[in-house]
């Protein structure tokens, strides 16, 4: 800062100085505001949401355990049924905890057996020509 020496002078570093107050004050106002909103809890839930929907990791592990869950679910419905026996609800229970886990687990595979599946289900089978259509 240069010296002041007259009261013109005076006046204009004044006014820078008001100046640079008012400045500062607005910007902290605006980091005050910045935090609060990082500190308001609906917000952190959010971004953390976010960070969790968008990691690949996380959402191919849910969708492998939901197909997991889903199938163990089927399966237990197609084994017992509507079933009021303690004891088949139970090996039902069992069964399915026992796919869930094993389809979770290894999911590849059982993409890998699937499409096998669905590929041999939806071929186009050519017809086979018996001895008697090749006579004629």
């Keep these: 800062m240069e010296n002041i020496t007259n009261s013109a002078s005076l006046k204009q570093a004044i006014r820078d100085l008001e100046n640079k107050q008012q400045e500062l004050e607005i910007a902290l106002k605006h980091e ?10 609906l917000n952190s839930i959010k971004t953390t949401l976010k960070n969790f929907a968008t990691d690949p990791d996380i959402t191919g592990t849910i969708l492998n355990a939901a197909i997991g869950f889903t199938t163990g679910f089927i399966s237990k419905k197609i084994l017992v049924g509507g079933s009021n026996n303690p004891i088949t609800k139970l090996a039902g229970t069992l069964i399915e905890l026992g796919i869930a886990g094993a389809v979770t687990k290894n999911p590849e ?7 096998v599946l669905l590929k041999k289900l939806f071929s186009k089978k050519t017809p086979e020509v018996s001895e008697d259509d090749q006579a004629s």
Excluded: M, R, V
């Design 32 to 41: 005050f505001h910045l935090s609060i909103e990082q500190l308001n809890p």
């Design 109 to 115: 595979k059982i993409k890998t057996i699937g499409l």
